[in-house]
T-cell receptor, first 115, second 114 residues
Framework: GNSVTQMEGPVTLSEEAFLTINCTYTATGYPSLFWYVQYPGEGLQLLLKATKADDKGSNKGFEATYRKETTSFHLEKGSVQVSDSAVYFCALSDEYAGSARQLTFGSGTQLTVLP | DAGITQSPRHKVTETGTPVTLRCHQTENHRYMYWYRQDPGHGLRLIHYSYGVKDTDKGEVSDGYSVSRSKTEDFLLTLESATSSQTSVYFC?????????????FGPGTRLTVT
């Protein structure tokens, strides 16, 4: 079956540091890949996505590139801010399964940015 | 804001009692999902719906049932709550099922079963 593996947290960085959160996946077909972010007490928000190999998703200074050869979708940001403190989830979208596209999530990585 | 509300937002209940969680959307989206979030597991799919009265099981459906009698409402029922169902429950919606359609999540319901 499909699975997503994320680097374990928590990750603590100083403001303006470079961020990488690793994500690798296993899938039988050709999934779409997503990064979601969850701020304290809130639901998940889509941060970025990529739907095919070599696509780069980007949003709010975050980037991730869909690497089929290494089955990876690592999240990066050049200069983090305190407001980026949150839990980040990598997810993949199954191929058309039944009548709905289902998401498989990684376990999440807690990021804390210190001023 | 994706126009998704969940009720209640918090609930404490006793083992063996029935519990119903409600998800309401104002977007008229066809697809709706129920997930549970537990530490170390990310989110896992419980049930989903692809239209009124059309539902199917997800990865962790045992002990849960769902109903969708209107496009805007998707109900999750725990017939007899157990302590292992203590979790945070998220509803999600999606306009379509192709790769360009992302899922939008509600604010969550924190359920504690004592």
């Amino acid at each position: 079956g499909n699975s997503v593996t994320q680097m374990e947290g928590p990750v603590t960085l100083s403001e303006e540091a470079f961020l990488t959160i690793n994500c690798t996946y296993t899938a039988t077909g050709y999934p779409s890949l997503f990064w979601y972010v969850q701020y304290p007490g809130e639901g998940l928000q889509l941060l970025l996505k990529a739907t095919k190999a070599d696509d780069k998703g980007s949003n709010k200074g975050f980037e991730a590139t869909y690497r089929k050869e290494t089955t990876s979708f690592h999240l990066e940001k050049g200069s983090v801010q305190v407001s980026d403190s949150a839990v980040y989830f990598c997810a993949l979208s199954d191929e058309y399964a039944g009548s709905a596209r289902q998401l498989t999530f990684g376990s999440g990585t807690q990021l804390t940015v210190l001023p | 804001d994706a126009g998704i509300t969940q009720s209640p937002r918090h609930k404490v209940t006793e083992t063996g009692t029935p519990v119903t969680l409600r998800c309401h959307q104002t977007e008229n989206h066809r697809y709706m999902y129920w997930y549970r979030q537990d530490p170390g597991h990310g989110l896992r799919l419980i049930h989903y719906s692809y239209g009124v009265k059309d539902t199917d099981k997800g990865e962790v459906s045992d002990g849960y049932s769902v109903s969708r009698s209107k496009t805007e409402d998707f109900l999750l029922t725990l017939e007899s709550a157990t302590s292992s169902q203590t979790s945070v429950y998220f509803c999600a919606i999606s306009e379509g099922s192709g790769p360009s359609y992302e899922q939008y999540f509600g604010p969550g319901t924190r359920l504690t079963v004592t």
